[in-house]
């Protein structure tokens, strides 16, 4: 007699966007009214979260409207989660395991309540917790779990789970990045006879990392794993690379240095620039506006002699099937651990998530 599949459900994080002009701006006050965002007590932070949505809401609409009045996230999140269940039903086997992907975004819709409610009618036997952000933060994946487990107690979703807090090194995603920067690179090199890698992720006010957000440091591990696999598909033993951050907002000094300056450094030094979002795994306004719009037309204004984008993972076979093993091996485990199965920052990080060594 043949047994029952085990009902296991991925439940992935992400942002979220508006899907409509409308949407705008209340997605903005969700943003800037969380408080892992705005780190101001109630009712301050709600009151500032309304005025600079306000304030905010006639730029950010112009951004959508060249994607078309909306983020496309969602529906590049949902070709993830389609791909990865097939990867969990070839990895895990169909007969032992019948896993399911629900997407539960942190400021639009699909929200942690209504993907709860979701999956606590499926009825799942174990739940895994998947962050689409390959690096930990207090103000991401911290975020999205914490409200994820009040959505979850308040419909009374009760199966075990586990949280997969990070992945910075993982190596299907590591893989993955190396083999889209790499024509991208010869590219840019064959343009202008140097090239220069700009790996640009979204920034942080310099107080949150200094209050023990492990954020810069992951990005900083991502990036020398991604070019010491690259040198080996260049031919190139040390890449020029360096590390930047876009996105600022706000008057607050945010961890630098600026992917505006490295691009503008790269036009004073005549290097191609290799743009390489390795902190964002599906396209959206941050990269589809800021780095193929903004960025390039600063490039072209600084006289840098080539500019390269490089595409994000999205639903790569090698990314999605290592998402895949780490969402396995969270269902051997409860509470939260890295990609490692245990903490994968240094003790003195005192913003991650994992307790232990």
């Given at each position: 007699m043949s047994q029952t599949p085990r009902r296991l459900a991925i439940v992935l994080f992400n942002l979220g966007g508006p899907d409509r002009p409308e949407a705008v701006r209340p997605f903005l006050f969700n943003l800037f009214n969380d408080p892992a965002i705005i780190r101001l007590p109630w009712p301050l932070r709600p009151l500032l979260a309304t005025l600079i949505s306000r304030r905010r809401a006639k730029a950010a609409t112009a951004i959508y409207e060249e994607l078309g009045g909306g983020s496309p996230l969602l529906e590049n999140t949902r070709a993830q989660a389609a791909a990865l269940e097939a990867a969990l039903r070839e990895q895990a086997g169909a007969e032992a395991v019948e896993a399911r992907c629900f997407i539960a975004m942190r400021y639009w819709h699909p929200m942690a309540m209504e993907t709860a409610q979701a999956v606590k009618d499926w009825a799942p036997d174990q739940i895994v917790l998947l962050p689409l952000y390959p690096q930990f933060s207090t103000t991401t994946t911290a975020s999205s779990a914490r409200v994820w487990r009040e959505a979850a107690k308040a419909v009374g979703l009760a199966a075990p789970e586990s949280l997969v807090c990070?992945?910075?090194i993982d190596a299907g995603f590591v893989e993955a990045m190396a083999a889209l920067i790499a024509p991208r690179y010869r590219a840019a090199r064959q343009a202008a006879g140097r090239a220069r890698i700009l790996f640009s992720a979204h920034g942080l006010p310099e107080k949150i990392v200094k209050a023990g957000?492990?954020?810069?440091?992951?990005c900083e591990r991502t990036n020398e794993a991604i070019v010491a696999r690259l040198s080996d598909l260049v031919d190139e033993p040390a890449p020029d690379w360096v590390n930047c951050y876009q996105s600022r907002v706000g008057p607050l000094a945010w961890i630098g240095p600026s992917t505006e300056a490295e691009v503008a450094r790269a036009g004073a030094d005549q290097v191609g620039c290799v743009v390489v979002p390795m902190a964002f795994v599906s396209e959206h306004s941050e990269t589809l506006v800021e780095l193929d719009i903004e960025y390039r037309d600063l490039a072209r204004e600084k006289g840098v002699p080539a500019y390269e984008r490089v595409p994000t993972v999205?639903?790569?076979?090698?990314?999605?099937?290592?998402?895949?093993?780490?969402?396995?091996?969270?269902?051997?485990?409860?509470?939260?651990?890295?990609?490692?199965?245990g903490r994968l920052c240094p003790a003195d990080w005192s913003g991650c998530p994992c307790r232990t060594a």
């Open positions: 990070c992945y910075p957000d492990p954020y810069q440091w992951q999205a639903a790569d076979a090698g990314f999605i099937a290592g998402l895949a093993r780490l969402a396995l091996a969270g269902t051997t485990r409860s509470g939260t651990a890295s990609m490692t199965g």
